[in-house]
C-alpha cells in the first residue's frame, strides 16, 4: 500500500523560506514519477513541481520557476521541495503525488497517489 506524508508547512513572511517533504512508502520516489501541488481556496489544484523518473527532468510552471526546486534524497524515500523567495500568492495547501509510471506528468488526474496536505502561509 502506497502511502505519502508531507511535512514542513507553517507559517513564513514574504521573501522567506520553508522545504517541504514527503515521505513515501510502499514505492521509491525514484522509480516513480513525482510531483508538488497546491490548492489555494476557491482555486483547482495546480502543479508547481514534477520530476520524472525515467530522465533526470524537472518541470516548472511560470509561477515558481527560479524560486522552488524539486529533488530526491539519495536513499530515494523522501521528495523534498524548497521554496524560496516566498510570496503571500504562494500561500495554499501543498500536496506530494506519485504515479507509478516514469514518465513525468503536468496534469493532476495523471497522479494515482495523494498525501494528505500541509498548510503553507505566507505573510505579507
Known amino acids: 500500500q502506497v502511502q505519502l506524508v508531507e511535512s514542513g508547512g507553517g507559517l513564513v513572511q514574504a521573501g522567506g523560506s520553508l522545504r517541504l517533504s514527503c515521505t513515501a512508502s510502499?514505492?521509491?520516489?525514484?522509480?516513480?514519477?513525482m510531483g508538488w501541488f497546491r490548492q489555494a481556496p476557491g482555486k483547482d489544484r495546480e502543479l508547481v513541481a514534477a520530476?520524472?523518473?525515467?530522465?533526470?527532468?524537472?518541470y516548472y510552471p511560470p509561477s515558481v520557476k527560479g524560486r522552488f526546486t524539486i529533488s530526491t534524497d539519495n536513499a530515494k524515500t523522501t521528495l523534498y521541495l524548497q521554496m524560496n523567495s516566498l510570496k503571500p500568492d504562494d500561500t495554499a495547501v501543498y500536496y506530494c503525488?506519485?504515479?507509478?509510471?516514469?514518465?513525468?506528468?503536468?496534469?493532476?488526474?495523471?497522479?494515482?497517489?495523494w498525501g494528505q496536505g500541509t498548510q503553507v502561509t505566507v505573510s505579507s
Open positions: 503525488a506519485a504515479s507509478s509510471k516514469q514518465v513525468l506528468f503536468v496534469r493532476k488526474q495523471d497522479y494515482e497517489f
Open positions: 510502499g514505492l521509491s520516489v525514484g522509480s516513480s514519477s
Open positions: 520530476i520524472s523518473a525515467l530522465f533526470p527532468t524537472t
